[in-house]
């Protein structure tokens, strides 16, 4: 259990991610504490506050990929070589697409990295990798079969919390019973907007990453320290834009230091398809109370989590007895790093995002 932060702290950052972006008065009632002292303490969380020992936490935009024009690949690097390891995490750093990357243990032995790329660029990915391979960086390298899925996330929900034990109750032989409800149809690819961008825009988004939850005021300092000159009414119209059409939600990224009651895994499996469509309805209309990405294609699943100890060798046994070639993997959150988009990546003047062999 942690020792870095109260119960109070810890229950107020799992109330935020019910609700990432939501006002003072919302998240004060759902923790029964004053506007006044929730108000306080987020100030305190978010390292705002003067006696604030760092930031706790950030909300950042889950972009629309597929109305930016982008689509992520996910890639397993192999090797066993800490030096390789730190090598790729150099070259992840300076990648104009990379989206996140988190070194992994287990089943997967290296760096599990994304890349959020032109739509139909795959390709200019896997010559790198032929490439970094070829220079003896990693033993060898796996492209998921994941390109174009929409995912699918959960979050951690105070219902299940009880914040004097600092435990969790939730059932999992009752939750896999459940059948799902569901729900409509939806396109697995939408069509591009990029036609409506413009280069600030892509400045603001990576502003949002930096913390959407800052006032505008806050933003435009940043941007205008970054070279943007934009007016509060500017910001506003553009904001309004990006939050309809290239923004699905926003998430809460925690510092390492502010839980350590979670092990974070990711696992790959095959299953039939129709435990797939009973997983992916059940996680739509009954999702755990943990936070979570899964991604599902074909009878095959990517699945990352972050769960307490003691429910993670349930759900393991649980998922065994419905899959096939499971592979599960630590990774280290504490080295993991997320990336916004770039700027420099995108041309305004054709309106698409750069794509050639040599930028990418």
């Not at 309004?240 to 979670?262: G, H, K, P």
């Not at 003691?310 to 997320?338: G, K, P, R």
Request: hydrophobic share 40%; net charge neutral.
């Amino acid at each position: 259990m942690t020792n870095r932060l109260s119960a109070k702290y810890l229950t107020l950052l799992i109330a935020l991610q019910e609700n990432p972006m939501g006002r003072i008065e919302q998240i004060a009632g759902r923790v029964n504490l004053s506007r006044t002292t929730v108000s306080r303490d987020l100030k305190w969380l978010c390292g705002e506050h003067p006696n604030s020992p760092r930031r706790f936490f950030r909300v950042g935009p889950d972009f629309n990929e597929s109305a930016l024009g982008l689509e992520t690949v996910d890639v397993f690097l192999e090797t066993s070589n800490f030096e390789s390891l730190i090598d790729l995490e150099k070259i992840c750093d300076s990648h104009p697409y990379i989206k996140y990357r988190a070194r992994c243990f287990g089943g997967h032995l290296g760096l599990f990295s994304q890349f959020r790329i032109p739509i139909g660029s795959a390709f200019l990915i896997e010559s790198l990798l032929k490439k970094i391979k070829m220079k003896k960086h990693i033993l060898n390298y796996e492209i998921l079969p994941t390109i174009g899925v929409k995912p699918i996330f959960s979050v951690t929900r105070l219902e299940h919390w009880n914040s004097e034990s600092l435990t969790w109750d939730f059932d999992w032989n009752k939750w896999a019973m459940t059948k799902g409800r569901k729900t409509p149809a939806t396109k697995e690819m939408e069509d591009s907007l990029t036609n409506i961008l413009e280069s600030r825009d892509i400045d603001i988004l990576n502003q949002l990453g930096h913390g959407a939850r800052r006032t505008q005021k806050d933003i435009i300092t940043s941007l205008e320290n970054s070279g943007v000159e934009i007016t509060t009414q500017d910001l506003s119209r553009r904001l309004a834009l990006l939050n309809e059409r290239f923004i699905r939600d926003y998430i809460v990224y925690l510092d390492t230091d502010a839980f350590d009651l979670y092990s974070n895994v990711i696992l790959t499996a095959k299953c039939d398809s129709e435990f797939a469509k009973l997983l992916e309805m059940r996680m739509i209309s009954n999702p755990i109370p943990f936070q979570s990405t899964l991604k599902v294609k074909n009878g095959f699943l990517l699945w990352f989590l972050r769960l307490p100890p003691s429910h993670l060798s349930t759900f393991l046994a649980y998922l065994l007895e419905q899959v096939n070639d499971l592979n599960v993997s630590l990774l280290d959150y504490l080295s993991s790093e997320v990336y916004g988009v770039w700027s420099g990546a995108f041309d305004e003047s054709k309106k698409s995002w750069k794509r050639d062999q040599k930028f990418m």
